[in-house]
T-cell receptor, first 112, second 111 residues
């Protein structure tokens, strides 16, 4: 049973570009979560999605960030017009029923 | 609101020493509690969990007991190995299935 997959593992963007991070949940899991780990900080919740629905986006910055989990395909976290402060590790997790969450390897975003 | 406090690291131990990493929480009600481990350059792996008071989670020699009276979920291992060197995160499951994490504790085990 494949685990949570994320790609790319490393992403370098210049200031002002767009970053797209993808997450494929574990087979059979319909709950997806995104967390961000900033340097020297812990992990912070960003958004919780189920298929085609955003359940809770209270941790998402109000501007430039968006997330989706379409009926077909992976979940996407999109960051428009990236700034240096967006440099972080972004982790996706999935769960079967909203209990135990299993994490992917993360995407490490560097903004130059 | 919900929060998790972990002991600050790094914790440096010799191989075969006893490990305790303290974790306390603040929450409404009795949330499920978790320990995750993160090895360098990797994602988080679920280490163990407990869903109600007095439950003991255990895995790979690690244990933690859900203590309602002291709002604690301390991680213990009787004999650590070099391969246990990692960052350990305590977390609670809050409303809307959000995991709330502690700051993480770096563990370094020397041979």
């Amino acid at each position: 049973n494949a685990g949570v997959m994320q790609n790319p593992r490393h992403l370098v963007r210049r200031r002002g570009q767009e970053a797209r991070l993808r997450c494929s949940p574990m087979k059979g899991h319909s709950h997806v979560y995104w967390y961000r780990q900033l340097p020297e900080e812990g992990l912070k919740f960003m958004v919780y999605l189920q298929k085609e629905n955003i359940i809770d986006e209270s941790g998402m910055p109000k501007e430039r960030f968006s997330a989706e989990f379409p009926k077909e395909g992976p979940s996407i976290l999109r960051i428009q017009q990236v700034v240096r402060g967006d440099s972080a590790a972004y982790f996706c997790a999935s769960s079967l029923k909203g209990d135990e969450q299993y994490f992917g390897p993360g995407t490490r975003l560097t903004v130059t | 609101g919900n929060s998790v406090t972990q002991m600050e690291g790094p914790v440096t131990l010799s191989e075969e020493a006893f490990l305790t990493i303290n974790c306390t929480y603040t929450a409404t009600g009795y949330p499920s509690l978790f320990w995750y481990v993160q090895y360098p350059g990797e994602g988080l792996q679920l280490l163990l969990k407990a869903t109600k008071a007095d439950d003991k989670g255990s895995n790979k020699g690690f244990e933690a007991t859900y203590r309602k009276e002291t709002t604690s979920f301390h991680l213990e291992k009787g004999s650590v190995q070099v391969s246990d060197s990692a960052v350990y995160f305590c977390a609670l499951l809050g409303p809307s299935n959000k995991l709330v994490f502690g700051a993480g504790t770096i563990l370094r085990v020397k041979s």
